[in-house]
């Protein structure tokens, strides 16, 4: 049994693993429109946790403490305000025994997974706003506080909040139901929780917050759902085990994109020996399950990226003319100036940086991105103008907010100073 003294640690480690799992099967149970009251069920469940564990010592189960603990707590909330009358047929003891039973149902391994996806469409639903649909997710189905999703985006409490409540209030409204859509409706839905997904991984990998270059918890957390959503026989689509192996692709890396200080180290640079092997053998999985059907996504593309990266034994080995080949098909089917970007990269290694350099400069809509004016920066310093590279690693420092971002910027900015005598 662990000691007492553990047990602050591991209620906040089942608060992060098990708050989004509790309240989805919560929530399946009062309804939707009780949300609240299912989080804040949640909550004095890992209160009553921290409270009585180091007194009593840690359960040997603690999982299934919390889940009881929480189901008894539903059961209160039930018998005060007498909504058994909703649930059940009748009020009466037998009624209330088989009412209990049932709610056990909504605690088995399978139920929780089906109450995760009900939930997850329901927060990805299109009468919410995108902005709010993340949001959602983070709060109810990862377990992060409203300040732990305030730093990830780099916005207020206050932000969050307005996005939280106005999102409950269409829940409150009866305008979504908790289930997972059917019929025609599935492939949009499903393509609003995919994107979700998508870009709750992304903020994980690309990280806004200053000082965390990599938030690792949202990566997990977007990969978690997303392996939920292959696993349902009636979601299992192509394009999600795309994402998938996408995810597991750019997540194999994670050791390799920083060093010990914390600094970026450039994929030309990366040791690929740390690349997480098990994770790529994941990630080919899912994409050789994602090849099944005629769907070509973003993602498959975006995933055929990352395995081009993952073949090559080293940077010097990339087929960077694949790799091009890819982006374009990704920019004559997904056009956006920020694939345009990525692609003018793999340019650059298939036709040299004046090439790049021309493709870059033809680019709208960038002028406050910061890697829009670093790859300028680096192509002006390759085709010999380091006035021009200087200036735009200046612009770009003033549009990153990251640290280690900013470290890199500098480093390069004094490569070129030092070797044209620049002041």
Same mark, same amino acid.
């Given at each position: ?323 091009? &080949? /890819? @982006?374009?098909? =990704? !920019? ?10 990525? +692609? %003018?990269? *793999? ?22 991105? &910061? /890697? @829009?004016?670093? =790859? !300028? ?10 006035? +021009? %590279?200087? *200036? ?32």
């Amino acid at each position: 049994m662990p000691t007492p003294p553990d047990s602050r640690h591991l209620v906040d480690h089942l608060f992060r693993h098990e708050a989004g799992r509790m309240v989805a099967a919560l929530t399946r149970l009062l309804g939707f429109d009780r949300l609240e009251v299912a989080e804040d069920i949640v909550q004095e469940t890992m209160i009553q946790a921290l409270k009585s564990w180091p007194l009593a010592g840690i359960p040997e189960q603690p999982s299934a403490w919390l889940y009881r603990v929480a189901k008894n707590k539903a059961l209160d909330a039930l018998r005060r305000e007498k909504t058994l009358r909703q649930i059940g047929e009748a009020w009466t003891d037998n009624g209330f025994v088989q009412t209990e039973e049932a709610m056990d149902h909504f605690f088995f391994e399978d139920e929780i997974t089906d109450s995760q996806l009900r939930m997850l469409f329901a927060c990805c639903h299109p009468s919410i706003a995108f902005e709010s649909q993340v949001t959602m997710c983070l709060k109810i189905l990862c377990g992060l506080s409203v300040r732990e999703i305030a730093n990830a985006f780099l916005t207020s409490d206050e932000t969050i909040t307005k996005r939280l409540y106005r999102a409950k209030e269409k829940i409150r409204s009866g305008e979504i139901r908790l289930e997972v859509p059917q019929g025609t409706q599935l492939p949009a839905r499903l393509d609003a929780v995919l994107n979700s997904l998508y870009l709750l991984f992304n903020e994980g990998y690309n990280s806004s917050h200053p000082d965390e270059l990599i938030r690792r918890d949202l990566c997990l957390e977007a990969m978690r759902l997303c392996l939920l959503v292959t696993q349902h026989p009636k979601l299992e689509a192509p394009e999600a085990h795309a994402l998938l192996a996408l995810m597991c692709f750019q997540a194999a890396r994670f050791d390799a994109r920083t060093d010990g200080t914390g600094a970026i180290v450039l994929l030309k640079d990366q040791d690929r020996t740390t690349w997480s092997r098990p994770l790529l053998d994941r990630a080919g999985h899912h994409l050789a399950q994602s090849a099944r059907g005629d769907t070509l996504s973003r993602y498959h593309l975006e995933a055929a990226i990352a395995c081009q990266h993952a073949l090559a034994p080293r940077y010097e080995a990339t087929n960077w003319p694949v790799i091009l &080949q /890819y @982006y374009d098909a =990704l !920019l004559e089917q997904y056009p956006s100036p920020v694939v345009a970007l990525s +692609r %003018a990269v *793999a340019l650059w290694e298939v036709e040299g940086p004046l090439e790049a350099l021309i493709a870059v400069l033809r680019l709208e809509g960038l002028e406050t991105n &910061q /890697y @829009y004016h670093t =790859l !300028l920066a680096d192509l002006y310093q390759q085709t010999g103008q380091a006035d +021009r %590279a200087r *200036a735009h690693y200046d612009r770009a420092l003033g549009l990153t907010s990251s640290a280690a971002e900013k470290q890199l910027i500098e480093k390069k900015k004094r490569r070129i100073e030092e070797r044209n005598g620049l002041n």
